[in-house]
């Protein structure tokens, strides 16, 4: 699956192992490098997990329409928040798992 990221600042955030740690702490930056590599080995949202480490699940409100997965397990409130595109960067409805090969990050935090 690939990833692109929601703005620049947010990748640059995601791709430099000394800013992730400064914001989240040792744990939680290696967790988030890790499970970005890790999704990017499926084929499409279907293929992730909706049980730990990953569980894959859907959002509403602030982020309706768009899919969180744990960072390091439910315990942690940290989430990776994914939105479903197309490759033309439209928006995929959720049901259509199995055609959604690209997403793009959009927060990387606690949203709880």
Same mark, same amino acid.
């Given at each position: 699956?690939?990833?692109?990221?929601?703005?620049p600042r947010l990748e640059k955030l995601a791709n430099n192992k000394k800013e992730l740690t400064k914001k989240y702490g040792d744990k939680v930056?290696?967790?988030?490098?890790?499970?970005?590599?890790? *999704?990017?080995?499926?084929?499409n949202l279907a293929e992730v997990p909706t049980?730990?480490?990953?569980?894959? +699940?859907?959002l509403n409100t602030k982020y309706k329409g768009c899919v969180g997965v744990d960072v390091l397990g439910r315990a942690n409130p940290m989430?990776?928040?994914?939105?479903?595109?197309?490759e033309e960067g439209?928006?995929?409805? *959720?049901?259509?798992?199995?055609?959604v090969t690209k997403?793009?990050?959009i927060f990387?935090?606690?949203? +709880?």
């Open positions: 699956m690939r990833i692109t990221f929601d703005n930056a290696a967790g988030v490098q890790r499970k970005l590599t890790q *999704l990017q080995a499926f084929e049980t730990p480490p990953f569980s894959r +699940h859907n989430r990776i928040v994914l939105k479903p595109i197309d439209n928006q995929v409805p *959720l049901e259509n798992y199995k055609e997403v793009v990050v990387i935090g606690d949203y +709880h």
